[in-house]
């Protein structure tokens, strides 16, 4: 009861939660050391694993992006274009974990979807149920067919078939794919992304400056110091002495140690440091943004983050990530309060301004469950998608004929990958999740 109430409540995260419990039994004399730790014997976790790296070289190589540009390349209807993405992913998903099909596709729905005006959230709810219809169709398809297998052969019967499941799970897909194109444009919300919540918001985030004492700008009124024509910065209120004027006139007189609150777009803020006689009132991300190649990015906190339940002030946010969080969207609306207080939670999106690699440098971290550039890049395929198509053919031919068996297949596949220089052993090795595994 214990563990399902911290699954329940996401105090810990799944991993945590279950060995937890596993250990307390095993203190308690209930199992014994064997049987704590007969799970991983069982061929399931190490195939499931395998099939993570199989993934991760997907998405490296951009090895879907084809498939998902010839499908969502011309402006169909909702109905249409959720059929021409459900089919595909469904028939993806029956040969890969669904997980990390629907984590590669969504940055390029909603880059596809934003570029023509319709709301993303149309198309992810429909992609994720496809992807979840997929894993009924094959053996390989999900994580449970597996461990179900597994379970076959560790109780002394027969493994199950690649197809076996194949003449009762595709009926169920096709019968589950038409109720989805059928229902989810009448069903499906409307819903604003961080991205575009970013693009359209004014204001977008807040900054506070001070007025020199002293200074050019001391003395002063709002108009007479530039402070009413910025492009795309407004000056929303200043305090003195702990006294707030929120309807600030042109004719306000500005004195020193004044705090100015200006609120505008990430992109125009720097229009801030080219005004003699103010200084920034605490450290922001005013540098990043004005560097060079900087590039936006959404990213989204997972439910086993280290950064659930601490503020960015705390984790030390823009030393350790060398980005800086300049929004943080939480249900869909752009959290008020100061950045740097606000407790962090799973399901979290921040607006982050850094360099342009920064998302290869943390997106195979347990920090961030997704990453992805506000400004829509596409993703670059690689050559080497092709080998990474021919070994996911192969370990499904493999798999399928009973040349090998699902575990001895899938761990070829992924050395493969990793002899060929697809991935990295590191990449490999950070592409697996823990909390599925365990």
Avoid: C
Wanted: zero cysteines; charged letters at 15%.
């Amino acid at each position: 009861v214990i563990t399902i109430v911290l699954l329940v409540r996401d105090m810990f995260p799944p991993s945590v939660a279950v060995t937890g419990a596993m250990v307390t039994a095993l203190t308690a004399g209930i199992i014994t050391p064997a049987e704590a730790l007969a799970g991983f014997s069982n061929p399931a976790p190490v195939t499931i694993a395998a099939l993570y790296v199989l993934a991760k070289a997907a998405d490296k190589t951009g090895a879907l992006t084809p498939l998902v540009e010839s499908l969502l390349g011309r402006n169909h209807s909702a109905r249409m274009t959720t059929a021409r993405l459900a089919v595909p992913t469904t028939f993806a998903s029956a040969f890969l974990n669904n997980t990390p099909i629907v984590a590669m596709l969504i940055p390029q729905v909603e880059t596809w979807a934003e570029g023509r005006g319709r709301s993303p959230s149309e198309y992810l709810i429909p992609l994720s149920y496809a992807a979840v219809l997929g894993g009924v169709v094959t053996l390989m398809g999900t994580a449970t067919n597996i461990v179900v297998s597994g379970l076959l052969e560790t109780a002394g019967m027969a493994p199950m078939g690649f197809f076996e499941i194949t003449r009762i799970g595709l009926p169920v897909a096709i019968i589950g794919l038409a109720l989805i194109v059928a229902l989810s444009p009448t069903l499906m919300p409307i819903r604003r992304s961080a991205s575009q919540a970013s693009r359209q918001e004014i204001p977008e985030f807040t900054i506070e400056m001070i007025v020199e004492s002293g200074g050019q700008l001391d003395g002063m009124t709002v108009e007479g110091a530039g402070l009413r024509n910025l492009d795309g910065v407004f000056l929303i209120e200043v305090e003195r002495v702990g006294e707030t004027t929120a309807a600030v006139g042109p004719d306000h007189v500005l004195h020193g140690n004044d705090r100015l609150r200006f609120a505008g777009r990430v992109d125009n803020i720097v229009d801030l440091r080219d005004l003699i006689g103010l200084t920034l009132a605490e450290q922001t991300h005013v540098d990043l943004v004005d560097t060079p190649g900087a590039v936006h990015y959404q990213a989204v906190i997972g439910a086993g983050s280290p950064l659930s339940g601490q503020t960015l002030k705390e984790i030390g946010f823009r030393r350790r990530y060398q980005a800086a969080v300049v929004a943080i969207h939480r249900a869909g609306h752009r959290m008020e309060a100061k950045l740097g207080d606000i407790d962090l939670r799973a399901g979290d999106t921040l607006l982050v301004v850094s360099d342009p690699d920064w998302k290869q440098r943390w997106s195979d971290r347990q920090e961030f469950l997704l990453i992805t550039p506000l400004t829509g890049a596409p993703r670059i395929r690689s050559r080497r998608a092709v080998v990474v198509a021919a070994v996911a053919v192969g370990i499904v031919a493999a798999a399928a004929t009973g040349l090998l068996p699902m575990v001895t297949a899938a761990l070829l596949g992924a050395a493969a990958l990793v002899i060929f220089g697809i991935v990295s052993p590191g990449e490999a090795r950070s592409s697996v999740n823990l909390d599925v595994i365990i």
